[in-house]
């Protein structure tokens, strides 16, 4: 990335650019001027500079993709059984692969006991937070409840026996006895 060695010389010819056109685009003091002459810039001016003539880096200097991928740190996998190497430019990947990544989770929250209690505990602490699952267990629960039935039953035969029963009305519709009377 800080290494300078792309030459100025294919820039220059491939774009028609004057070095005092560089200058404009990415300015310098005199010693790093002479050091971009003799030893050409680095991946960050060479970027600007291509981007500033309507080029992409890799046109003008072909090696910056090479030189990417050998730069790229080459880890191994943090799979205990997998003896893969992988290059990557996210210092937060561990896994060749996500099938290495999940292989190894399932290893550590299924496999142990330990993780087995870790991971329930985080299952019930999400359900215990989640409102939209509290509301359905709400609502299985008063379904499943055998008084409800009961109660439905005492209501059914209230209102077939109006005299004798309590008085039921349904919430939107008139009460028998209205009905009589009318
Ligand atoms: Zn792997």
């Not at 070095?19 to 060479?46: F, K, S, Y």
């Not at 209690?117 to 989640?130: F, L």
Request: proline fraction near 7%; charge should be positive; include cysteine.
């Amino acid at each position: 990335m800080t290494t300078r060695r792309y030459p100025l010389a294919p820039f220059l010819q491939l774009t028609g650019w004057s070095l005092n056109r560089t200058q404009e685009v990415a300015p310098c003091n005199g010693t790093e001027w002479r050091l971009r002459n003799e030893h050409g810039v680095t991946e960050l001016i060479g970027d600007r500079l291509a981007c500033a003539a309507g080029f992409h880096p890799h046109e003008i200097w072909p090696e910056m993709l090479d030189h990417a991928i050998a730069d790229l740190p080459d880890r191994a996998c943090a799979a205990s059984d997998c003896t893969e190497r992988f290059l990557s430019d996210d210092p937060r990947q561990k896994f060749c692969t996500p099938r290495c990544k999940a292989r190894a989770w399932a290893r550590a929250h299924r496999e142990t006991q330990d993780g087995t209690d870790k991971n329930n505990a985080a299952r019930r602490r999400y359900y215990a937070d989640h409102k939209a699952y509290e509301r359905g267990r709400q609502r299985r629960s008063y379904w499943a409840d055998p008084e409800r039935e009961r109660a439905r039953k005492r209501t059914e035969r209230a209102r077939k026996r109006p005299d004798l029963g309590p008085r039921v009305t349904t919430p939107g519709a008139p009460s028998e006895r209205a009905e009589e009377a009318a």
